[in-house]
Protein backbone atom coordinates (compact mmCIF):
# COMPACT_ATOMS: atom_id res chain seq x y z
CA UNK A 1 0.00 0.00 0.00
CA UNK A 2 0.87 3.75 -1.20
CA UNK A 3 2.11 5.82 1.72
CA UNK A 4 0.10 9.18 1.81
CA UNK A 5 1.40 12.35 0.95
CA UNK A 6 0.83 13.43 4.48
CA UNK A 7 1.83 10.44 5.90
CA UNK A 8 4.86 10.55 3.91
CA UNK A 9 5.87 14.13 4.55
CA UNK A 10 5.39 13.49 8.64
CA UNK A 11 8.06 10.60 8.05
CA UNK A 12 10.30 12.87 6.48
CA UNK A 13 10.09 15.71 8.80
CA UNK A 14 10.95 13.19 11.49
CA UNK A 15 14.21 12.18 10.09
CA UNK A 16 14.86 15.54 9.32
CA UNK A 17 15.08 16.18 12.87
CA UNK A 18 16.33 12.96 13.87
CA UNK A 19 18.76 13.64 11.54
CA UNK A 20 19.73 17.55 12.92
CA UNK A 21 19.36 16.48 16.71
CA UNK A 22 22.24 13.50 15.95
CA UNK A 23 24.13 15.59 13.65
CA UNK A 24 24.21 18.70 16.28
CA UNK A 25 25.21 16.61 19.13
CA UNK A 26 28.29 15.37 17.22
CA UNK A 27 29.12 19.02 16.25
CA UNK A 28 28.95 20.15 20.16
CA UNK A 29 30.65 16.96 21.35
CA UNK A 30 33.73 17.14 18.75
CA UNK A 31 33.82 20.84 19.48
CA UNK A 32 34.28 20.32 22.97
CA UNK A 33 37.23 18.26 22.14
CA UNK A 34 38.66 19.88 19.68
CA UNK A 35 39.12 22.59 22.75
CA UNK A 36 40.73 20.09 24.80
CA UNK A 37 43.36 19.37 21.90
CA UNK A 38 43.86 23.49 21.47
CA UNK A 39 44.02 23.98 25.61
CA UNK A 40 46.89 20.77 25.54
CA UNK A 41 48.85 22.09 22.73
CA UNK A 42 49.33 25.57 24.77
CA UNK A 43 49.82 23.38 27.61
CA UNK A 44 52.86 21.41 25.01
CA UNK A 45 53.69 24.63 23.96
CA UNK A 46 54.54 26.14 27.82
CA UNK A 47 56.38 22.92 28.92
CA UNK A 48 58.29 23.26 25.54
CA UNK A 49 59.51 26.51 26.41
CA UNK A 50 60.10 25.88 29.93
CA UNK A 51 62.16 22.71 28.49
CA UNK A 52 64.59 25.13 26.20
CA UNK A 53 65.09 27.59 29.25
CA UNK A 54 66.22 25.00 31.20
CA UNK A 55 68.04 23.32 28.97
CA UNK A 56 70.00 27.04 27.86
CA UNK A 57 70.52 27.61 31.21
CA UNK A 58 72.17 23.84 31.54
CA UNK A 59 74.37 24.80 28.73
CA UNK A 60 74.99 28.30 30.10
CA UNK A 61 76.02 27.21 33.07
CA UNK A 62 78.52 25.11 32.00
CA UNK A 63 77.96 22.38 34.88
CA UNK A 64 79.37 19.03 34.68
CA UNK A 65 76.80 16.33 33.55
CA UNK A 66 74.75 15.75 30.69
CA UNK A 67 71.45 17.45 29.95
CA UNK A 68 69.63 14.59 29.63
CA UNK A 69 70.76 13.69 33.54
CA UNK A 70 68.81 16.95 35.12
CA UNK A 71 66.30 16.22 36.86
CA UNK A 72 64.53 18.55 36.34
CA UNK A 73 64.99 18.25 32.29
CA UNK A 74 63.20 14.72 33.37
CA UNK A 75 60.48 16.05 35.07
CA UNK A 76 59.81 18.32 32.19
CA UNK A 77 60.04 15.66 29.49
CA UNK A 78 57.70 13.64 31.71
CA UNK A 79 55.02 16.30 31.56
CA UNK A 80 55.39 16.32 27.93
CA UNK A 81 54.74 12.58 26.67
CA UNK A 82 51.54 12.74 29.43
CA UNK A 83 50.60 15.50 27.32
CA UNK A 84 51.60 14.10 24.18
CA UNK A 85 49.69 11.15 25.14
CA UNK A 86 46.59 12.88 25.95
CA UNK A 87 46.70 14.63 22.49
CA UNK A 88 46.56 11.75 20.74
CA UNK A 89 43.52 10.39 22.75
CA UNK A 90 41.77 13.51 22.40
CA UNK A 91 42.51 12.88 18.55
CA UNK A 92 40.88 9.48 18.87
CA UNK A 93 37.84 10.09 20.73
CA UNK A 94 37.15 12.64 18.05
CA UNK A 95 37.21 9.81 15.29
CA UNK A 96 35.47 7.38 17.53
CA UNK A 97 32.35 10.38 18.42
CA UNK A 98 32.45 10.82 14.35
CA UNK A 99 32.25 6.26 14.12
CA UNK A 100 29.76 7.16 16.54
CA UNK A 101 27.86 9.75 14.80
CA UNK A 102 27.70 7.81 11.64
CA UNK A 103 26.40 4.94 12.74
CA UNK A 104 23.50 6.70 14.30
CA UNK A 105 22.39 8.92 11.13
CA UNK A 106 22.75 5.38 9.23
CA UNK A 107 19.74 4.03 12.31
CA UNK A 108 17.87 6.73 11.82
CA UNK A 109 18.07 6.55 7.92
CA UNK A 110 16.86 2.79 8.14
CA UNK A 111 14.12 3.61 11.01
CA UNK A 112 12.65 6.22 8.58
CA UNK A 113 13.40 4.84 5.28
CA UNK A 114 11.61 1.85 3.30
CA UNK A 115 13.17 -1.42 3.70
CA UNK A 116 14.25 -2.91 0.23
CA UNK A 117 10.65 -5.32 0.10
CA UNK A 118 8.88 -2.25 0.68
CA UNK A 119 10.77 -0.21 -2.22
CA UNK A 120 10.33 -3.53 -4.22
CA UNK A 121 6.78 -3.55 -3.59
CA UNK A 122 6.69 0.31 -4.70
CA UNK A 123 8.13 -0.22 -7.80
CA UNK A 124 5.48 -3.15 -8.65
CA UNK A 125 2.80 -0.46 -7.85
CA UNK A 126 4.55 2.27 -9.36
CA UNK A 127 6.04 4.26 -6.20
CA UNK A 128 9.13 6.60 -6.38
CA UNK A 129 11.19 3.85 -6.80
CA UNK A 130 9.65 2.94 -10.27
CA UNK A 131 9.59 6.68 -11.39
CA UNK A 132 13.29 6.81 -10.12
CA UNK A 133 14.08 3.64 -11.90
CA UNK A 134 11.94 4.79 -15.33
CA UNK A 135 14.17 7.93 -15.36
CA UNK A 136 17.22 6.75 -14.77
CA UNK A 137 17.17 4.95 -17.94
CA UNK A 138 18.27 6.21 -20.76
CA UNK A 139 16.12 7.09 -23.62
CA UNK A 140 16.98 6.82 -27.25
CA UNK A 141 20.16 4.87 -28.69
CA UNK A 142 19.37 1.80 -27.00
CA UNK A 143 16.98 -0.91 -25.83
CA UNK A 144 13.06 -0.38 -26.94
CA UNK A 145 12.60 2.83 -29.73
CA UNK A 146 10.51 5.05 -28.67
CA UNK A 147 6.95 5.24 -29.85
CA UNK A 148 6.06 7.59 -32.63
CA UNK A 149 2.58 8.02 -33.78
CA UNK A 150 0.98 7.01 -36.91
CA UNK A 151 0.80 9.61 -39.63
CA UNK A 152 -2.20 11.57 -39.24
CA UNK A 153 -1.69 10.77 -35.58
CA UNK A 154 -0.95 13.77 -32.67
CA UNK A 155 1.70 13.57 -30.36
CA UNK A 156 0.39 13.65 -27.07
CA UNK A 157 0.97 16.73 -25.05
CA UNK A 158 3.41 15.47 -22.95
CA UNK A 159 5.53 14.25 -25.75
CA UNK A 160 4.92 17.58 -27.66
CA UNK A 161 7.96 20.62 -28.10
CA UNK A 162 6.59 24.28 -26.90
CA UNK A 163 6.53 26.02 -30.07
CA UNK A 164 10.19 28.24 -29.82
CA UNK A 165 9.87 31.89 -28.53
CA UNK A 166 11.97 34.45 -29.33
CA UNK A 167 15.18 34.76 -26.87
CA UNK A 168 14.66 38.56 -25.02
CA UNK A 169 17.82 40.07 -24.56
CA UNK A 170 19.23 39.41 -20.36
CA UNK A 171 18.43 42.29 -18.53
CA UNK A 172 21.35 44.15 -16.96
CA UNK A 173 22.64 43.13 -13.10
CA UNK A 174 21.38 45.34 -10.26
CA UNK A 175 25.07 46.34 -9.57
CA UNK A 176 25.14 48.14 -13.16
CA UNK A 177 23.59 51.39 -13.90
CA UNK A 178 20.77 51.73 -16.23
CA UNK A 179 22.36 52.60 -19.79
CA UNK A 180 26.14 51.24 -18.74
CA UNK A 181 27.87 48.29 -20.31
CA UNK A 182 27.67 45.06 -17.44
CA UNK A 183 31.08 45.35 -15.87
CA UNK A 184 31.90 48.67 -16.03
CA UNK A 185 31.05 49.18 -12.78
CA UNK A 186 33.57 46.30 -11.31
CA UNK A 187 36.14 47.86 -13.40
CA UNK A 188 36.10 50.74 -12.07
CA UNK A 189 36.63 49.95 -8.58
CA UNK A 190 38.93 47.57 -9.54
CA UNK A 191 41.22 51.09 -10.36
CA UNK A 192 40.52 52.82 -7.04
CA UNK A 193 43.67 52.20 -4.93
CA UNK A 194 43.03 50.47 -1.84
CA UNK A 195 42.21 52.82 1.23
CA UNK A 196 44.05 52.19 4.66
Given at each position: ????????????I??A??????????????????????????????????????????????????????????A???R????????????????E????????????????????????????????????A???????????????????????????????????????????????????????????????
Amino acid sequence: MEESTTARLLRQIKEACELAGARTEEYARISRKRLDVLSLGRELHKEKTALGERVYQLLGADAPGSVADDSTVQAILDRLRTLEGSLRNCEEEIGEIRESARSRVADVRRKYRPSSEEASGAAATGGPAQREATEAQPSGGTGAQAETPAAGEEKPAADRRPAEEPIAPPEPHDADAPGEPPGEKEQASDSKPPSA
